[in-house]
């Protein structure tokens, strides 16, 4: 089993690098051809055409070259495993390798005919390859090696030193012996040398700085692509939440992790318009968030940010119109980005990032973090939208709160006052007189829920409802109660009014609450279901959820009005049609409740074949001990 495999390059080193060891791998697996080829042309020229060369030195050449080879696989493959880093191990390995090349090619040289080996060609493919692997540099001096190398075989072979070996029989025998041919031969071979490395250095060049374009281009288009994937996540992050609070953190969290910064803040314009409160901050110290307001008066770089630029600050040691840089460089602050949040029709404040280093910040860095902002103005705008409307939301609240419970007790006089009326304490009345004060006190009682219903729904809104203590429920009982309460309505309009209960259904809610809800909609279905029709009250447990489900076989609910159904005051055609009385709040305060206990309400409705009130809260779940 292998214990480490070999890594990939690129997952070590950058492109570059990464193409030099591919490189080497690629020349490792060529030399291996070469080793064998050398070992076959031995062979070939030797046995079968019985050429006067010596086999064992040239298969001796072949084998080394195996032999080598071999050896610097082995050492690849460990660096590889090893997760070398360090580029200069596969530079040293490059030019060894490349040296023993030469040394082999040199020797090879020589025991095939010195300067007189065909073999002396391939030279060339060596300077290629160096050209490739190597700097300019290296190449040109393992080109003048080269040609000092051949020189000395040449002198060496012409002076005697060296024997010659000839494969030419009588035409080439004296050949390494004649200046002007040793002359010439090495001056072609160096000037060829020069030339070749010269224009494949040259080609190499061009293509190792294209190289390093397609390099840098892929990685600032894969930058690019990692800021236009934030911009959209901090859209969709923001736009996700009408919190003005979570839409100022996200935003700061985002536009610091994307710009690789250690810090981000919000500053909000406040109502006179007149300074910039810290509305997030991330990174910051609490000391640093809460320095002081921005006064725009004293601070013309926060002017200009709010006319719609967006502006690097270098370095904060040396930029002028910073209201606090003292602050700013104990917090260790040294060069910051200011970006304008502006709204539909007014500047909303600045998003501003901050960076250790001096300079930090690029005019890339500029446009990404105005893209932030303008995708955060939209949402905060909304947020902040948002919570004037549940401002408004409860002050009307308040206000029907306050009058509702003005109307109350005037209301209960009359009743009380009536049933005196009608029960003949004040004398008795006639049949006229009695049907009048009959349709008063009809009147009066549906006042009555009017009020009690407005109450609830205010209630509900208010902030003491938010802090309620909530204990633990139990369902099913509580359905049987509100059921029994309903058997003789449903027997007076002969409704089969059923329960079908999975017992010990316990939630979290107040006891006021859930009866509400379960009062509203039993009596719903049997209000809004004729004579003979049938009321079920079904509960059962999926999961962790309690589903209660309310069906009749009533009127229905036309399907224009289910998107308004739990609208406040909002009552469907039909319903009006048929009962003349009713407040349009039940629903609006049942989904309140709902809602309040972790829940939610649905409906299935066809007209004239009946409604399903569903509504789903979570259970208790008991652990065993
Ligand atoms: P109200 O019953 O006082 O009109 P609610 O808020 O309880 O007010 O109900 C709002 C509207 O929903 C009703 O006016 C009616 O149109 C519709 N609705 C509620 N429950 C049913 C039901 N079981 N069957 C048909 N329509 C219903």
Request: hydrophobic share 45%; proline share 3%.
């Amino acid at each position: 089993m292998k214990a480490n495999a070999a890594r990939k390059p690129e997952a070590i080193f950058g492109l570059v690098e990464a193409e030099l060891i591919n490189s080497m791998a690629w020349l490792i697996n060529l030399r291996w051809l070469a080793g064998v080829s050398v070992l076959g042309a031995t062979w070939f020229t030797t046995t079968l055409l019985r050429l006067p060369l010596d086999a064992l030195w040239l298969y001796g050449i072949g084998v080394a070259i195996l032999a080598y080879n071999a050896i610097f696989r082995v050492i690849l493959t460990r660096l590889l495993q090893r997760d070398q880093r360090d580029i200069r191990h596969f530079d040293f390995l490059t030019k060894a390798q490349i040296g023993c090349d030469w040394m082999a090619m040199t020797a090879l040289i020589h025991f095939s005919g010195g300067l007189l080996s065909p073999a002396i060609l391939y030279f060339f493919f060596h300077v290629v390859i160096a050209a490739i692997l190597l700097s300019a540099r290296v190449t040109f001096l393992y080109a003048a090696i080269a040609t000092i190398l051949i020189g000395t075989i040449a002198v060496l072979e012409y002076a005697g030193a060296l024997p010659h070996y000839n494969i030419y029989g009588a035409a080439g025998a004296l050949l390494h012996r004649q200046p002007l041919f040793v002359i010439g031969m090495l001056f072609f071979f160096a000037s060829t040398m020069f030339v070749a490395t010269y224009l494949a250095v040259t080609l190499n060049d061009r293509l190792r700085k294209r190289q390093a374009q397609v390099v840098e281009l892929s990685q600032s288009l894969q930058r690019a692509y990692y800021r236009l994937q934030t911009v959209y996540e901090a859209a969709e992050a923001v736009t996700s939440t009408l919190e003005l609070e979570e839409v100022l953190d996200r935003l700061v969290r985002r536009a610091a992790d994307a710009l690789n910064v250690r810090a981000c803040s919000i500053r909000l314009l406040d109502e006179t318009g007149a300074r910039l409160n810290v509305a997030a901050s991330y990174g910051l110290s609490e000391a640093y968030a809460r320095k002081g307001d921005l006064l725009l008066d004293q601070n013309p770089l926060v002017r200009q940010v709010l006319a719609g630029n967006t502006i690097i600050t270098g370095d904060v040691a040396t930029a002028e119109g910073l209201q606090y840089p003292q602050h700013a460089l104990a917090e260790g602050i040294r060069s910051m980005l200011s970006a304008p949040l502006i709204g539909k029709q007014k500047a909303l404040g600045l998003i501003r990032a901050y960076s250790a280093e001096v300079n930090h910040f690029t005019p890339e860095d500029a446009e990404f973090l105005t893209a932030i902002a303008r995708e955060g103005s939209i949402a905060i705008e909304n947020a902040m939208a948002y919570r004037a409307l549940g401002k408004l939301d409860e002050m009307k609240s308040k206000f029907v709160l306050t009058v509702t419970h003005e109307l109350r007790s005037p209301v209960s006089v009359v009743r009380s006052l009536l049933r005196t009326l009608l029960a003949g304490y004040a004398g008795s009345l006639n049949e006229q007189q009695r049907e009048m004060l009959n349709r008063v006190q009809y009147r009066a009682d549906f006042l009555q829920t009017l009020i009690d219903d407005l109450l609830d729904l205010a209630a509900g809104k208010s902030e003491l409802a938010q802090r309620e203590e909530r204990v633990v429920v139990r369902l099913d009982e509580a359905i049987e109660r509100v059921v029994n309460r309903f058997e003789i309505p449903a027997q007076e309009k002969q409704i089969g009014l059923e329960t079908r209960l999975e017992r010990e259904v316990k939630i979290s809610a107040t006891e006021q609450g859930i009866d509400r809800i379960l009062n509203n909609l039993v009596s719903n279905a049997i209000k809004y279901t004729p004579q003979g029709g049938r009321v079920l009250v079904a509960l059962s447990v999926e999961r962790n959820w309690a589903h209660l489900r309310v069906t009749d076989t009533g009127i229905g609910i036309p399907e224009e009005s289910l998107p308004h159904l739990f609208e406040e005051f909002y009552r469907a055609p039909n319903a009006k049609a048929q009962e003349k009385e009713g407040t349009g709040l039940g629903l609006a305060i049942t989904k309140d409740l709902v809602t309040r206990f972790g829940g939610h309400i649905s409906v299935q409705s066809q007209v004239g074949q009946g409604t399903t009130f569903t509504v789903t809260l979570p259970i208790i779940v008991e652990l065993p001990i």
